[in-house]
């Protein structure tokens, strides 16, 4: 079976251990404060997007991918997980602060490392806040 079909099986018929909220939980405690909400698919996902990522390295190192940001300056806010168990706000902050000079950030409250799977609602309102907030500070 080729890898896509593989996923879309799993995420059709999970593994019985991830119908579990508490497994769920467990699973994605350094992700998700409330990894018991993800569905089993989204934990299969999640765990396929998480093998596969790179990024971590580049917060440590010039020419950092997080320079990108420093295009938009003082018009950018990006957000920062308020309970970011992998990269604490309170330590990684001021290092995005410093590749991002002039960015103001905005922490969520109530979220873990992937904001998006505690609560994709604020997640949504913060960025459409922002760019409301973004496109106004341009007229």
Known sequence: MQDGAHHAALARDPPLTARSGRVRH???CHGALHGERVN???LLAVAGDAIGCEIAEDLF???SSLRAWTRLGAQSRPPGPGRDRI???DVFGARARELIPGASFVVLDGVGHVPMLDDPRLV????LASAAARSHDDE
């Open 26 to 28: 467990w699973a994605l």
């Open 40 to 42: 089993p698919g989204e």
């Open 61 to 63: 190192f010039e020419g």
């Open 87 to 89: 990269f604490p706000v």
């Open 124 to 127: 949504a309102r913060t960025i």
